[in-house]
């Protein structure tokens, strides 16, 4: 039963410190996507890649917020430092790259900033 | 610019049907997609459409009119396991998906 597996499931954290969520995508996957979801924002896209190279990071602030995927079988999403504002559920996301566009979905770290 | 919109709740009662509509405005539009998401879970894929029409699967139907921005779900003999988000998303460029804030079902007895 092939999923997108995440780690950790649940984290809460002082302001100030630094964040890292790490992500396996479903095997044989290329594109993977970095999503957080809030209530007043829904969800909203922050990056992805594809073949491992980052196609649009646009969605992410960048002074704090940093995506990379080292291999084929993990992707990354670190902050530092961590503000409250950033207390959300963040989904890591995987699609075939065959045209679909379905993508499956994670299930989601949830980060608590104090 | 990315806008979708869908109605924030919707309550409905078990074994009727219910519709819910999404209208979006996305520059290099390239398809339509609904996910259903129970709470505190992650999203799951419910339908995909890329043609104006409908697109019929099992219970749930959704349907796509490209020359109004417009798209709905339709549910069928709603079952309490129904209750949940449905997430209208936008498909642009490649491989990008923009979310609706989502439309939460809630199906009563």
């Known amino acids: 039963d092939a999923r997108v597996t995440q780690t950790p499931r649940h984290k809460v954290t002082e302001m100030g410190q630094e964040v890292t969520m790490r992500c396996q995508p479903i095997?044989?996957?290329?594109?993977v996507f970095w999503y957080r979801q809030t209530m007043m924002q829904g969800l909203e896209l922050l990056a992805y890649f594809r073949n491992r190279a980052p196609l649009d990071d646009s969605g992410m602030p960048k002074d704090r917020f940093s995506a990379e995927m080292p291999d084929a079988t993990l992707a990354t999403l670190k902050i530092q430092p961590s503000e409250p504002r950033d207390s959300a559920v963040y989904f890591c996301?995987?699609?075939?790259?065959?045209?679909?566009?379905?993508?499956?979905f994670g299930p989601g770290t949830r980060l608590t900033v104090t | 610019g990315q806008n979708i919109d869908q109605p924030t709740e919707m309550t409905a009662t078990e074994g009727a049907i219910v519709q819910i509509n999404c209208t979006y405005q996305t520059s290099g539009f390239n398809g339509l997609f609904w996910y259903q998401q129970h709470a505190g879970e992650a999203p799951t894929f419910l339908s995909y459409n890329v043609l104006d029409g409908l697109e019929e699967k099992g219970r749930f139907s959704s349907f796509l009119s490209r020359s109004k921005g417009y798209s709905y779900l339709l549910l069928k003999e709603l079952q309490m396991k129904d209750s949940a988000s449905y997430l209208c998303a936008a498909g642009a460029g490649s491989y990008q998906l923009t979310f609706g804030k989502g439309t939460k079902l809630s199906v009563i007895p």
């Open positions: 996301a995987s699609e075939a790259g065959a045209g679909g566009y379905e993508q499956y």
């Open positions: 095997l044989g996957h290329n594109t």
